[in-house]
């Protein structure tokens, strides 16, 4: 809960207007609130959603809009059209006073199982769009607010409409389909259901209709349904303003800053979501009352007030494009659209935008380009005088007391070509690397030469340089078809764009590339007419078509409900947000909460730490330091080395947890962790990377670091070719959508300790230790997690020993929510890896010997690491008679690293990958050739000499390679990179084969059947977090019971039930926990079966329970499974096609296809086994694409901590056309009954964008000669590694072929 201020009933306290009302009011779900100066003014709306409204079902991840969960629908006035409009709200971002007059629906406003679910939420769920849940409320709401405004959408619109919503588990495919399924052109599901939404089942509240939910909230006023009547609160010393006219704003503004107040003119707030530390300050004016700045206007220009939200920019544009002296437009649409996100441009202005620039000149703004491209002029007033300045005008502007008014595009004659440019490290929703913006007057007749000086605009090069000046003057009067000129062009940009190394962004000299192919792009469309065909390939942007997919299985009907297609059986309860996650569970009376106090540095000790001032804070109850610690001041087991929970004295990275804040509110403890004072002590240089690590030796000491087979040596002096190489591949962060997170409630008995943890067993051993208690003391419960992949594992522990060391010290339940920032900088992630290799081969390609030195970085402990896994598994599917893989744990300053969905085998496979492409281009042929002449058969031995049996591996490869008609495509491939200079396609096949072994796992499972109804409730050992478990577990519990499904439910985990169980992951605990319920169901029919016998054999189930329950049967079972053995219990195999189109001058990528062909065996379920394929596949796409981790050198700090700097996949980056098919007829399987795993193996199928890509690159390089050798493409091949990849030189950069 949020702490309640004193608030001023009076209006016009600080003001001096009297008129003012001194209350928002506004509806949630028809509701009415009214909210007048109890919360503070920062107060977000998605916090009033949850905490004060106690509707749980909106979620709240990354509190900077850059996620999309927290999506609300608001129905609102806009003055721009002066209609009632619906719009998708990021709630993180949008301050609860600003909503005045708003009807908000949230996820609970649409339906749940009691009154019936909105067809949103049930077809989300029908095609299992859901995994985890944590995303779903906030693509439902996304979808509502689209069709509320769109009843009948194209496919093209919908799928735009989700460029800000990550979901990080499935991958997005079902959720297009579901989503897709609502529109005009939506293909016909026999299925699944499908087709435009009658307006009656929409739900829409018309404002003012009387009908059920209106409460007249919004006053019944269309147009002007809303009062924009002028609203004051004031909130201890600060003040919220909204006026309703211009006038009346600048006496307000005038008036505060003459009091020496500082103040905030603002409208959708978005820019909170960037720069958070703006402020604070003592004034906050609400400019959505002014109906001025809503207004445009065409005479012979036209003009569009700074309230107008970018979305209507953008409509604006569009609109005019097509009309007589605005065809310019055309060249800003593209560039328009790669603007923030949807919701975003829905609530931000332009206006805000540039002031964001204006405010923080090094701000790449796209808008500001944009704007300065189309020549705009932008008024700007103080109450008294109105200004007229361009945007780079504005930079220089002292704004104070002053506002920018509106914006004026003027029309322009033909001879001018306009045109702006944006390359960015995603396809969507990102920041740029470098902006561009031409506007050029050629005379085309003459030569095209350039009439004028032209206006050049690039963003991305610092502050200092807006417009490219030397360029300008160099190209006025210059013929654009002069080779010479492009030449000088060229030099004159890479002189005027020198710049300094951005962390965040690509490197200079990427940038300065960036800009010159932004002329050259600008030139090609120019010159368009003159140029030859195959370099009109530059200009373009990377097209990618309406995505598509294809899921192909076969099922069982015998053995239904096992095998049987079923969605997640959460689905729907996700879908309208009733499921349940930790911080959903309500507010425990005299509730706490914590946060984390983080070190700024890594490698140096604590001094000292200060939290006065923290402790000044209002809301702020204590803090506490190791010292605190009344246990053992470590979260790791006492058989791990020792991990401490707040540093004592040494810091080994940037981000360890030093202490904690405990606070009334989340809100105050997160501010307060800021008012932290840590000094620090001999401080040294962090070691950060794999070279800092070789260079000074830094390695953990590992005894069995070696796997020897055959004679390495011996067959590389023998072999046809020598190929030696290295590859590196990056870290990735898990970026589960619910952060870190723990509840401990002190009880009578211990503490009850409610973590979002994947290891329940050794969390209930770290709080345990911590606190100094005994384990029995330590009552742990999981229901759900919100998405984990190996980050809740190990690096949960930190979280739940920490809330439990605030309540055990302050008696008082507390929550730890951690922020994303938080969790981002302080946890561990996917461990990097280096390899050297060796490599022999005969003249056909077959592998003779293998010898590699592979370096995993641990981080700053090595408890978890995974390097003899990575040594034992980097044979992939290729055979080879002498293997030598040596291992070495390297020991850096960051945070500890963790498992990572597919841990060891996705460094392995990659290395192994790698080879194979670098024999194929060593002995010239093709890499699906040296594949296929190296695949294991079946009986052959493994590196880690495991016998292969049932191995389809060829078989699964050579029907990947017909069904994805790879042959005919390559040829495809290669004409299209005949014809295209600036664009270039590659294909990559790869196989893969994983190893299942059960013989780590141990865990139970307790079934229950309730004798007055014959219902049966579950306890499993396995963590639910998204994989479909639960949903595997009721299948195998009703197919063996012979029940319905319907009868069957999985309750949370607890250490009473499901006590000492291992960690859920390894891919495993599904089948696992599946063998344990099937084994207690076996026990339970048995037990059932001498009562059947006695009754009639049609006796319904319940009347069996009955019977047994009174002759005394135990109706509860429970089974530990705890298989034994060495080796694995079978392999997983599959294999990806995977093609993919570059941008060579950009290096920005467009995956076209994908096809996997995957041995599930006979799958238990089959769409959710999908389900994961296609979600696993995509979190990896993300890994060797796009998401990079950047560390601050000096400090060690992660500085990629945010939506904004880490880039994880949209719906866009997905392959364009995604086709999963589970192998029919698998080999024999071996897994839990006849199934194997699905869960991460597949992660590593999407290593085939990165080699596809990687062949892109290849083409690229042929057309100037540089192709000859080999160059191995590191992790993640983010645009900026592409680009600098295809070695693309000024030189190459003509108008001839
Ligand atoms: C997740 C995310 C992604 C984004 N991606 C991009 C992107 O790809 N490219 C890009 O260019 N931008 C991007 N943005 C920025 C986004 O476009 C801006 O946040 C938005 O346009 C700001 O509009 P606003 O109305 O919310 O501004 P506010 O947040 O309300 O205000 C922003 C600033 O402008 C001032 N201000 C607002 N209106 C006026 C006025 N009329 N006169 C004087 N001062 C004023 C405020 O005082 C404040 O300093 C992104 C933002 C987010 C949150
Ligand atoms: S929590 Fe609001 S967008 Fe992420
Ligand atoms: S289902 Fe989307 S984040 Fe988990």
Redesign the pocket.
């Known amino acids: 809960m949020y702490t309640n201020y004193k608030q001023s009933s009076e209006a016009g306290v600080i003001t001096g207007q009297s008129k003012s009302r001194t209350f928002v009011s506004f509806s949630i779900n028809g509701k009415a609130y009214q909210v007048s100066g109890e919360h503070s003014l920062d107060t977000p709306l998605a916090v009033f959603i949850r905490d004060v409204a106690g509707l749980k079902g909106t979620k709240i991840s990354c509190r900077?809009?850059?996620c999309g969960v927290c999506i609300v629908s608001a129905k609102k006035y806009d003055p721009t059209t002066k209609k009632c409009i619906t719009i998708s709200i990021n709630s993180c971002?949008c301050p609860v006073y600003s909503c005045d007059g708003m009807e908000i629906t949230t996820v609970e406003g649409l339906g749940d199982k009691t009154n019936g679910y909105h067809p949103i939420q049930a077809r989300l769920a029908d095609y299992n769009g859901t995994q985890c849940g944590f995303c779903s409320p906030g693509m439902v709401m996304n979808m509502y607010s689209l069709l509320n405004e769109n009843p009948k959408p194209s496919s093209k619109e919908v799928e735009d409409n989700y460029d800000g919503n990550i979901c990080r588990c499935t991958g997005y495919r079902p959720i297009m389909d579901a989503m897709k399924s609502f529109s005009t052109d939506a293909p016909t599901s026999t299925t699944l259901p499908c087709g435009v939404i009658d307006l009656e089942d929409l739900g829409a509240r018309c404002c003012g209709s009387g009908q059920a939910g209106c409460n007249g909230v919004c006053r019944n006023k269309v147009p002007g349904c809303v009062d924009l009547g002028q609203i004051e609160i004031t909130v201890g010393d600060k003040c919220w303003v909204r006026p309703t006219s211009l006038a009346d704003t600048f006496t307000i503004m005038n008036t505060m800053l003459a009091q020496g107040k500082t103040v905030?003119?603002?409208?959708?707030?978005?820019?909170?979501?960037?720069f958070k530390d703006?402020g604070p300050f003592d004034v906050y004016i609400d400019?959505k009352g002014v109906e001025e700045?809503y207004n445009i206007s065409q005479t012979k220009s036209v003009t569009f007030g700074?309230?107008v939200s970018?979305s209507a920019v953008k409509e604006l544009v569009q609109k005019l494009s097509i009309q007589p002296g605005y065809g310019y437009c055309k060249g800003l649409l593209h560039h328009l659209d790669?603007?923030?996100?949807k919701s975003?441009?829905d609530?931000?202005?332009?206006?805000?935008?540039v002031?964001?620039k204006q405010?923080h000149p090094d701000f790449?703004?796209?808008?500001?380009v944009i704007l300065q491209t189309a020549g705009g002029v932008l008024s700007i007033g103080d109450g008294s005088k109105v200004k007229t300045v361009s945007p780079v005008e504005l930079l220089k502007e002292d704004?104070d007391g002053?506002?920018?008014?509106s914006c004026e595009l003027p029309p322009r004659d033909d001879s001018y070509f306009v045109h702006s440019y944006k390359a960015m490290p995603r396809s969507r929703?990102?920041?740029?690397y470098v902006n561009a913006g031409f506007i050029m007057k050629v005379d085309t007749a003459n030569n095209y030469t350039v009439v004028e000086k032209p206006m050049v605009i690039f963003g991305g090069f610092g502050a200092h340089l807006n417009r490219a000046d030397q360029l300008e003057t160099y190209l006025n009067g210059k013929s654009l078809l002069d080779p010479n000129v492009l030449t000088g062009a060229l030099s004159v940009i890479e002189k005027e764009t020198q710049s300094t190394a951005d962390y965040v962004s690509a490197s200079p000299k990427c940038r300065t590339e960036l800009a010159q192919a932004f002329f050259y792009k600008f030139l090609l469309k120019v010159c368009e007419n003159k140029i030859p065909a195959n370099l009109k390939s530059g200009m373009a942007n990377l097209d990618r078509a309406l995505s598509e997919g294809q899921r192909k299985f076969p099922t069982d009907q015998q053995s239904w409900p096992v095998n049987q297609p079923l969605m997640n059986t959460h689905g729907k309860t996700q879908t309208s947000g009733e499921a349940e996650y930790v911080n959903d569970i309500p507010t425990m009376p005299g509730e706490l909460h914590a946060a984390l106090v983080i070190a700024g540095v890594g490698n140096a000790k604590l001094d000292s730490m200060d939290a006065t001032e923290a402790l000044k804070m209002p809301g702020v109850v204590k803090f506490i330091t190791a010292k605190d610690i009344p246990g053992v001041n470590s979260i790791a087991p006492k058989i791990m080395e020792p991990e401490e929970c707040l540093v004592s004295e040494d810091i080994l990275y940037a981000g360890q947890p030093v202490g904690i804040i405990v606070a009334e509110s989340q809100l105050i403890a997160d501010a307060a962790v800021k008012a932290v004072k840590i000094t620090y002590k001999d401080k040294k240089t962090p070691i950060l990377t794999f070279e800092d690590a070789i260079k000074h030796k830094s390695f953990y000491k590992d005894p069995e670091n070696e796997i020897t087979i055959g004679d390495t040596k011996a067959a590389l002096a023998t072999a046809h070719k020598v190929i030696k190489g290295n590859i590196e591949v990056a870290t990735q962060a898990h970026f589960p959508m619910e952060t870190h997170i723990c509840l401990t409630v002190p009880k009578e008995d211990g503490y009850n300790v409610y973590a979002a943890t994947q290891w329940m067993d050794f969390a209930q051993n770290a709080v345990a230790q911590v606190l100094g208690v005994p384990c029995n003391d330590v009552n742990m419960e999981v229901r759900r997690l919100g998405g984990a992949y190996g980050a809740k594992i190990s690096r949960s522990f930190h979280t739940a020993s920490a809330s439990a060391l605030a309540a055990h010290l302050l008696q008082r339940p507390v929550r730890l929510l951690m922020t994303m920032n938080t969790m981002l900088e302080s946890c561990g992630k996917r461990f990097p890896y280096y390899a050297e290799y060796e490599v022999g081969v005969s003249a056909e390609g077959k592998l003779l010997a293998v010898d590699a030195k592979i370096y995993g970085d641990c981080g700053s402990n090595r408890n978890d690491s995974t390097i003899k896994h990575t040594m034992g598994v980097m044979d992939n599917a290729y055979q080879c008679d002498n293997w030598h893989t040596y291992g070495v744990t390297v020991k850096t300053n960051t945070p500890p690293n963790t498992y990572c969905r597919t841990p060891g085998y996705t460094p392995a496979i990659f290395i192994m990958e790698s080879i194979i492409e670098h024999v194929a281009k060593a002995l010239n042929k093709d890499p699906v050739e040296i594949r296929k002449l190296n695949l294991y058969k079946e009986g052959e031995t493994t590196l880690r000499k495991e016998v292969l049996q049932y191995c389809s591996v060829s078989k699964v490869y050579d029907q990947l390679l017909k069904s994805a008609d790879v042959q005919a495509r390559a040829q495809k491939v290669a004409d299209f990179n005949k014809n295209n200079r600036w664009k270039k396609r590659g294909m990559c096949v790869m196989p893969m084969k994983n190893a299942v072994s059960w013989n780590w796992y141990m865990g139970n499972a307790l079934v229950n059947i309730f004798n007055h109804d014959g219902t049966v409730a579950i306890a499993h050992g396995g963590i639910e977090m998204g994989q479909g478990i639960n949903t595997k577990v009721i299948q195998v519990a009703a197919h063996t019971l012979g029940v319905p499904i319907e009868l069957v439910k999985c309750k949370p985990n607890s250490s009473m039930c499901n006590a000492n169980n291992i960690a859920t992951g390894g891919s495993i605990t599904s089948e696992m926990s599946c063998k344990a319920v099937y084994e207690c169901c076996k026990t339970l029919k048995e037990r059932l079966e001498p009562i059947q016998q006695n009754l009639p054999p049609d006796t319904p189930w319940p009347q069996i329970i009955q019977a047994a329950f009174w002759q005394k049967v135990d109706l509860s079972a429970r089974y530990y499974v705890a298989p034994r053995g060495s080796g694995p219990d079978y392999f997983v195999y599959a294999a990806a096609c995977s093609e993919v189109e570059l941008d060579v001058l950009t290096g920005e990528t467009v995956a076209l296809r994908t096809d996997i062909l995957y041995d599930c065996g006979k799958s238990l379920s089959p769409e959710i086994d999908i389900g994961q394929i296609e979600g696993s596949f995509v979190m990896g796409l993300g890994y060797w694409m796009t998401e990079k981790t950047r560390f601050n050198l000096e400090t060690g700090r992660n500085i990629t901590h945010g939506?904004?700097e880490y880039k994880v996949p949209l719906a866009k980056d997905i392959p364009r056309d995604f086709r999963v098919e589970l192998l029919d007829e698998a080999p024999k399987p071996v897994g839990f009954m006849g199934s194997k795993t699905a869960g991460e193996p597949p992660l590593v199928l999407s290593m085939s964008v990165l080699f596809a890509a990687k062949h892109a690159v290849q083409a690229a390089r042929a057309d100037i000669g540089k192709d000859k050798e080999y160059f191995a493409l590191n992790g993640p091949a983010t645009a900026e590694a592409l680009q600098q990849a295809c070695l693309v030189e000024p030189k190459h950069l003509t108008l001839k072929a």
């Open positions: 900077e809009g850059g971002l905030r003119p603002f409208l959708g707030n978005t820019s909170v979501g960037i703006d400019l700045l700074s309230n970018l790669l603007v923030a996100s975003v441009r609530c931000g202005s332009w206006a805000g935008n002031m964001m405010k790449l703004s796209d808008v500001f704004m002053k506002l920018l008014l929703f990102s920041h740029a939506t904004w």
